[in-house]
C-alpha cells in the first residue's frame, strides 16, 4: 500500500483572505515575527498500488480533476510507502 500526501494551496497572485485572518490573529497573540500566512488543505490518500509511477500518475489525475481547481490553485505532493 502507498501513501500520497497532498498539499494544495491557493497561486501566489491570488489573495488569501483566511491567510489574512490567521497572521492578524497570531500578530494580536503577540507573535510579532510572523510576515505572512497562506492556507491550503492536506490530503492524505492510501492508494491499493505497488509501483510508485502508477501511483504518481493516479494522484496527478486525482488532482487535475478534482482535487485541485487549476485557475486558482497549485498542488505537490509526496508518495511514501505505508
Excluded at 497532498?6 to 510572523?34: H, M, Q, R, T, W
Excluded at 510508485?52 to 511514501?80: D, G, Q, R, T
Aim: glycine share 4%; with cysteine; proline share 4%.
Amino acid at each position: 500500500m502507498l501513501k500520497a500526501e497532498i498539499f494544495v494551496y491557493l497561486k501566489k497572485s491570488i489573495s488569501d483572505p483566511p491567510g489574512i485572518a490567521v497572521l492578524n490573529s497570531l500578530k494580536s497573540l503577540g507573535f510579532e515575527n510572523v510576515e505572512k500566512v497562506r492556507m491550503g488543505k492536506y490530503i492524505v490518500v492510501y492508494l491499493n498500488e505497488s509501483d510508485i509511477e502508477k501511483a504518481k500518475e493516479e494522484v496527478k489525475l486525482m488532482c487535475e480533476k478534482l482535487l485541485c481547481n487549476p485557475v486558482m490553485e497549485e498542488y505537490k505532493f509526496n508518495i511514501s510507502e505505508e
